[in-house]
C-alpha cells in the first residue's frame, strides 16, 4: 500500500481531566483522506508541541511511501519525540487501510481474534486515593465485567524515601490500598500492581513476598530497566515465580533494540510495548514475535485515549500472540464522546474489534472536544 501526497498535518490537545491531556495527530492527504495518531505522553505538552515541525517535515518528505517505510527512520529524540514518531506512523497506516477500503488489521496482514481481552486500569479514575476510593474503583471494574484489575498504589514511595533508605516503610499505605481492594473485588478477580519503577532490590523483593499475601498476581515495573539493573530485574522474576506472581515491565522501551536485552536475559514474564512509544506498528509486530519465541507473554500498555487505544485494538487483533490489552477505565466521559462511530463497548472483559470499518474505525468529534476544554 502507498500513500496519496500528504497535505498537512495537524497537531490537537484534548484536555480530559485535570490531570490527563490527550494528544491527537490528524494527517490529510491532498485525495482528501485523513488518518488519526495518538501521541499522549502525560506532562511533556510543550516537548511534543517543540517537536512537531520537524515531525511535519518528515511526513511531508514520506508523501507517496509505503506506511512502512517509516519504521527504518530512527525516532525524534526522547519519549516525546518518540511519541510523535508512533503517532505518524498510526496515521500513516489509518489512512492507507482506509485508502484499501480495510480494517486496520487486515492492512496488518490480518485479524486473528475479532475480540481483545482487556483488563481495567482503575488509578486516573481513582482520584481520591484512600483505600476506600480504590476499593470502590476496583468493584465497580469487576462489576462492569472486568476479570483483571490493575492499580498504582504506592504514591508515597519516592526518591527522597529512597534515599533514606525507607522505601519498603513508605509502601505501607499502598499495601493498604490493595488489600482493600482485594476485600472489595473477592478472590475471582485478577489483581494487579504497577510500581512505576519506585523501588529498590531490596525495598522490591519485600513488597512482592506481602503484594504475593494480599493476592497480587502481576508485579508491574518495580525497578528502573537500566542496562545496569537487568540482571537484579531477573532475580526478581525468579522470586516472583516463588510466590506465584508474573513479573511485567517495558512499557517505555522504544524500539526492539532496547527490548531485546531484557527479553534475551529473560527479566520479564510479560512485556508491555506501548503503541504511542515503541516504535511503530510494524515494530510492535516484530516485538510480540520476538517475545513468541522467546515465551514471553504480549500485553500491549495502553492507558490512553481512545484514538491509540482503537489502534491498539486492530494491532492486537492481528498479533501472532497476545495477552490482555489494557485499558484506562473510566478516566473521562470523553473517552466514549469523542470516537465516531462509537467503538463497541466492552463485553465480559472482551472489546470486540470493529473489523467492518475502514483504518482504525474512527474518527474524531472535534466540535464536542471544543465544547469540552471551553467547560
Same mark, same amino acid.
Given at each position: 500500500?502507498?500513500?496519496d501526497?500528504?497535505?498537512?498535518?495537524?497537531?490537537d490537545?484534548?484536555?480530559?481531566?485535570?490531570?490527563?491531556?490527550?494528544?491527537?495527530?490528524?494527517?490529510?492527504?491532498?485525495a482528501g483522506?485523513?488518518?488519526?495518531?495518538?501521541?499522549?505522553?502525560?506532562?511533556?505538552?510543550?516537548?511534543?508541541?517543540?517537536?512537531?515541525?520537524?515531525?511535519? @517535515? $518528515?511526513?511531508?518528505?514520506l +508523501?507517496? /511511501?509505503?506506511? &512502512?517505510?517509516? #519504521? %527504518?527512520? !530512527?525516532?525524534? *529524540? =526522547?519519549l516525546?519525540?518518540?511519541?510523535?514518531?508512533?503517532?505518524?506512523?498510526?496515521?500513516?497506516?489509518?489512512?492507507?487501510a482506509?485508502?484499501?477500503?480495510?480494517?486496520?488489521?487486515?492492512?496488518?496482514?490480518?485479524?486473528?481474534?475479532?475480540a481483545?481481552?482487556?483488563?481495567?486500569?482503575?488509578? @486516573? $479514575?481513582?482520584?481520591?486515593? +484512600?483505600? /476506600?476510593?480504590? &476499593?470502590?474503583? #476496583? %468493584?465497580? !471494574?469487576?462489576? *462492569? =465485567?472486568?476479570?483483571?484489575v490493575k492499580?498504582?498504589?504506592?504514591?508515597e514511595?519516592d526518591?527522597?524515601a529512597?534515599?533514606?533508605?525507607?522505601?519498603?516503610?513508605?509502601?505501607?499505605?499502598?499495601?493498604?490500598?490493595?488489600?482493600?481492594?482485594?476485600?472489595?473485588?473477592?478472590?475471582?478477580?485478577e489483581?494487579?500492581?504497577?510500581?512505576?519503577?519506585?523501588?529498590?532490590? &531490596?525495598?522490591? #523483593? %519485600?513488597?512482592?513476598?506481602?503484594?504475593?499475601?494480599?493476592g497480587?498476581?502481576?508485579?508491574?515495573?518495580?525497578?528502573?530497566?537500566?542496562?545496569?539493573?537487568?540482571?537484579?530485574?531477573?532475580?526478581?522474576?525468579a522470586?516472583?515465580?516463588?510466590h506465584?506472581l508474573?513479573?511485567?515491565?517495558?512499557?517505555?522501551?522504544?524500539?526492539?533494540?532496547?527490548?531485546?536485552?531484557?527479553?534475551?536475559?529473560?527479566?520479564?514474564?510479560?512485556?508491555?510495548?506501548?503503541?504511542?512509544?515503541?516504535?511503530?506498528?510494524?515494530?510492535?509486530?516484530?516485538?510480540?514475535?520476538?517475545?513468541?519465541?522467546?515465551?514471553?507473554?504480549?500485553?500491549?500498555?495502553?492507558?490512553?485515549?481512545?484514538?491509540?487505544?482503537?489502534?491498539?485494538?486492530?494491532?492486537?487483533?492481528?498479533?501472532?500472540?497476545?495477552?490482555?490489552?489494557?485499558?484506562?477505565?473510566?478516566e473521562?466521559?470523553?473517552?466514549?464522546?469523542?470516537?465516531?462511530?462509537?467503538?463497541?463497548?466492552?463485553?465480559?472483559?472482551?472489546?470486540?474489534v470493529?473489523?467492518?470499518?475502514?483504518?482504525?474505525?474512527?474518527?474524531?468529534?472535534?466540535?464536542?472536544?471544543?465544547?469540552?476544554?471551553?467547560?
Open positions: 500500500m502507498r500513500l501526497r500528504v497535505r498537512n498535518l495537524a497537531l490537545f484534548v484536555q480530559a481531566t485535570p490531570a490527563t491531556c490527550w494528544a491527537f495527530l490528524t494527517l490529510t492527504t491532498e483522506l485523513s488518518g488519526l495518531g495518538e501521541a499522549t505522553l502525560p506532562g511533556e505538552e510543550a516537548r511534543l508541541a517543540a517537536g512537531f515541525p520537524e515531525l511535519e @517535515r $518528515r511526513a511531508l518528505a +508523501s507517496g /511511501a509505503d506506511p &512502512a517505510s517509516l #519504521a %527504518a527512520e !530512527a525516532p525524534l *529524540a =526522547g516525546a519525540g518518540a511519541a510523535l514518531h508512533c503517532a505518524l506512523d498510526q496515521a500513516l497506516w489509518d489512512v492507507a482506509r485508502r484499501a477500503g480495510v480494517p486496520l488489521a487486515t492492512a496488518l496482514g490480518g485479524a486473528r481474534r475479532t481483545v481481552p482487556l483488563y481495567a486500569n482503575v488509578n @486516573r $479514575r481513582t482520584r481520591e486515593r +484512600s483505600p /476506600a476510593s480504590f &476499593a470502590r474503583s #476496583a %468493584a465497580t !471494574a469487576a462489576a *462492569a =465485567g472486568f476479570r483483571a492499580i498504582a498504589p504506592f504514591d514511595v526518591e527522597p529512597r534515599a533514606r533508605g525507607e522505601a519498603r516503610a513508605a509502601a505501607a499505605p499502598g499495601l493498604n490500598r490493595i488489600a482493600a481492594v482485594r476485600a472489595a473485588i473477592g478472590p475471582e478477580i489483581l494487579m500492581v504497577d510500581c512505576h519503577w519506585r523501588f529498590d532490590a &531490596a525495598a522490591a #523483593a %519485600a513488597v512482592l513476598a506481602e503484594c504475593a499475601a494480599l497480587v498476581v502481576w508485579f508491574e515495573c518495580p525497578l528502573p530497566e537500566t542496562p545496569e539493573t537487568i540482571p537484579t530485574i531477573s532475580a526478581l522474576r522470586l516472583a515465580h516463588r506465584g508474573r513479573l511485567a515491565g517495558g512499557e517505555k522501551l522504544v524500539r526492539l533494540a532496547a527490548f531485546a536485552p531484557f527479553i534475551d536475559a529473560g527479566a520479564y514474564d510479560v512485556m508491555m510495548p506501548d503503541i504511542k512509544y515503541s516504535g511503530g506498528l510494524t515494530e510492535m509486530l516484530r516485538l510480540a514475535e520476538r517475545m513468541a519465541v522467546a515465551g514471553i507473554a504480549f500485553s500491549p500498555h495502553n492507558p490512553s485515549g481512545p484514538v491509540a487505544h482503537a489502534a491498539s485494538l486492530q494491532l492486537s487483533a492481528a498479533a501472532p500472540i497476545l495477552d490482555r490489552l489494557e485499558l484506562q477505565w473510566d473521562s466521559p470523553l473517552f466514549a464522546a469523542l470516537p465516531r462511530p462509537p467503538l463497541p463497548a466492552p463485553r465480559d472483559g472482551f472489546a470486540p470493529p473489523l467492518d470499518r475502514p483504518g482504525i474505525g474512527i474518527t474524531l468529534d472535534r466540535a464536542f472536544a471544543t465544547r469540552a476544554d471551553r467547560a
